[in-house]
Structure formats: C-alpha cells, structure tokens
C-alpha cells in the first residue's frame, strides 16, 4: 500500500486482498487522522467506474449531512457498528434510521436514491466496505 494523502491509502496491483496486517494499518491511520476517518481505495484512480474503498471510521468522526446525484452507495460492515439516517429533504429530521453492525444478520446497506443521509459511527472503530460509482468529483456530493 501507498500512502496518498493523510487517511487515505491506495492498495496496488491487478489482484487484490484485504488483509488483518492491511485492517491493522487502516486502524492507525483511523487514530491519526485530524477527522478521525481513514481508508484504503481499491480503485485504483479516480477515474475509476467502480470505487471500492475499505473505511475506518472513529466514533469521534463528523460527516455531514450529504447526497449523491446521479449514484448508488453502498455499505458492508466489516466489524463495528453504524447507523445511517435518511433524512428528509425540506426539515433534515431522520425519515428512517437504519442500524447496521458486523455482528447482527443487518450489515448490508445500499442507497438507490438521492436522498440527504447522515453517517453515524456507533462504536469505536466501524470498518466498512464501500462502494459507489466513479468518477470521483468533489463537488458531486
């Protein structure tokens, strides 16, 4: 692995594993991080049409409220648990919480919409399999 920027870390080659040694090495940059979120991209550009990321996130990390226009996101949790709050467009109140957690049959998530959401980190280190459809643009959310 190579490190592309703080918290973020990119996996090289044309066949790849997750690894315990690779979980470990997300987990301290999770720690490090000033946002308290690290992942490692396994897309290998930004390019990419498929983005597959495996996603540390500390029970202290902020993400906003967002959106994805135009894509899917998805959710797999690989140890700790998450909650996701869809949230109404006009009052930003929750419409549906949905609780996930790597130690319960409801772990799997995926948003076909483009509704506001809230990621919410429900344990100390969530680590999740994320995919969404590329290419990344910033200022798609």
Known sequence: MIKLSEGVLLAEGDILQLNSEMISILRDEC???KKK?????FHQSNECLVHEMIVAL???TEIDPHRHLNKTESFHIISGDLSVA???F???EPKSII???ASSTN???RLNTPDFHLV???SEIVIMHETTQGPFEPNQS
């Open 107 to 109: 772990c799997y998530y």
């Open 37 to 41: 979120r690290a992942r490692i991209n």
């Open 120 to 122: 919410i980190p429900r």
């Open 90 to 92: 006009e009052t930003f």
């Open 99 to 101: 609780n996930l957690s």
């Open 86 to 88: 869809i949230l109404d």
């Open 31 to 33: 720690f490090l991080s």
């Open 58 to 60: 500390h029970i202290l």
